[in-house]
């Protein structure tokens, strides 16, 4: 796995049949062969048969291709594409519990409006945000945020589509 170039974060893109135990190979297949999945995010498409699954991996073109390559031999993989090869929409959802003790509670409010954030929940000892973007806009929050004292966090994972008028399924239903 070893390779001179620099790891980069790559998104594939997967539609599979949407049934018991696919989650489990397509993530059985990445811990055998060693990958490391940095977030997953899965979901029922618009047809309740078919779920796409958001992988996000580190790894070289080289390693990512393998992983696509090896991933497409799975019998309820319909579909994988590299987002990166194609312009694409990603987007992921934070919450985020700040302490707002010593008076912080304004400079927090702030903070999250600058971000676009929405106020979920307010104690006298803290307030729990929600925000939506890029991974580098969730990136950026999270370091500003932590001067206030960052309580806990839950995270999404990234959800992707592809930009443009043609969809992931578009053949799919050729094939089946």
């Known amino acids: 796995m070893e390779n001179k170039e620099e790891m980069q ?3 594939l893109s997967l539609l599979v049949n949407n049934h018991a135990g696919v989650l489990q190979r397509v993530v059985g ?8 999945i940095v977030t997953l995010s899965v979901g029922e498409t618009q047809d309740n048969k078919i779920s796409r699954m958001t992988i996000v991996v580190l790894g070289n ?31 992921e959802l934070l919450l985020v519990k700040l302490s707002t003790e010593n008076n912080k509670r304004s400079s927090v409010v702030e903070l999250g409006e600058l971000f676009k954030a929405k106020v979920k929940d307010v104690t006298l000892s803290t307030i729990t945000l929600e925000i939506v973007g890029t991974v580098q806009k969730v990136e950026t929050f999270l370091t500003l945020a932590e001067e206030y ?28």
Not at 29 to 36: K, Q
Not at 68 to 91: A, G, H, T
Request: aromatic share 6%; glycine share 6%.
């Open 29 to 36: 297949l990445f811990s055998r062969r060693g990958y490391n």
């Open 149 to 176: 004292g960052i309580v806990e966090i839950a995270r999404t994972g990234i959800a992707a589509l592809e930009r443009g008028p043609i969809a992931l399924r578009d053949t799919l239903y050729e094939e089946v």
């Open 61 to 91: 073109q080289a390693i990512v291709r393998q992983i696509k390559n090896q991933v497409e031999k799975l019998i309820d993989v319909k579909r994988v594409r590299i987002l990166e090869d194609k312009p694409s929409i990603e987007s």
């Open 9 to 11: 974060r790559f998104t």
